[in-house]
């Protein structure tokens, strides 16, 4: 199984709702990812967890919140979004020298 | 600090042409490179690697790259272009404490016409 799984496929929220983002690998990696990439543009990393511990926050607004319950799960908190954090969420998870991507959640903030 | 650029955000080939994506990197250290495909609507797909074994790397759908450190560039190529192969194209580098955590591109749009 070499599979990275992202639930939900699209999601639509209001600027005061909150939701979350899943990401599950059975893998047995111990590095994830949440990765943000806009329309047209390159992913960018948002954060890296290693061995269940945030290891890297790229400066992220405290209204994305990620947690790593246990190796396999990875979420992403969302709270009281803007409609410029509308795009394509990716998690990745990575061991040895490859990383492998999920196929994202397209969330829409209206 | 490491980075990669991608020369050309759109290419146009004909079917059963050559498909030649240029990307240069900057680092410091020796790199670990990465092409990666996105389809519409998709997540990314690993088609090749370099990790400082062989410098010709062979990948997925027929892709191959050659690292050559002289021209600190990593460019991807196939030999024939198929209708399938139209996709974003990322080339990217990875931090050599975490494959995952990886600078990309800018990427490049491959179009192919029959």
């Known amino acids: 199984d070499t599979e990275v799984t992202q639930t939900p496929k699209h999601l639509v929220m209001g600027m005061t709702n909150k939701k979350s983002l899943k990401c599950e690998q059975h893998m047995g990696h111990r590095a994830m990812y949440w990765y943000k990439q806009k329309a047209k543009k390159p992913p960018e990393l948002m954060f890296v967890y290693s061995y269940e511990k945030l290891s890297i926050n790229e400066s992220v607004p405290s209204r994305f919140s990620p947690e790593c319950p246990n190796s396999s799960l990875l979420n992403l908190h969302l709270h009281a979004l803007q409609p410029e954090d509308s795009a394509l969420y990716l998690c990745?998870?990575?061991?040895?020298?490859?990383?492998?991507f999920g196929q994202g959640t397209r969330l829409t903030v209206v | 600090a490491q980075s990669v650029t991608q020369l050309g955000s759109h290419v146009s080939v004909s079917e059963g042409a050559l498909v030649l994506l240029r990307c240069n990197y900057s680092?410091?250290?020796?790199?670990?490179l990465f092409w990666y495909v996105q389809y519409p609507n998709q997540g990314l797909q690993l088609l090749l690697k370099?990790?400082?074994?062989?410098?010709l790397v062979k990948g997925i759908n027929g892709f191959e790259a050659e690292f050559k450190k002289s021209e600190t560039s990593f460019h991807l190529t196939k030999p024939s272009a198929h209708m399938s192969d139209a996709a974003e194209y990322f080339c990217?580098?990875?931090?050599?404490?975490?494959?995952?955590?990886?600078?990309f591109g800018a990427g490049t749009q491959v179009v192919v016409t029959p």
């Open positions: 990745a998870s990575s061991q040895d020298s490859e990383a492998f």
């Open positions: 680092s410091s250290v020796p790199p670990y």
């Open positions: 370099y990790t400082s074994a062989a410098t």
């Open positions: 990217a580098v990875s931090s050599t404490d975490s494959w995952g955590k990886l600078q």
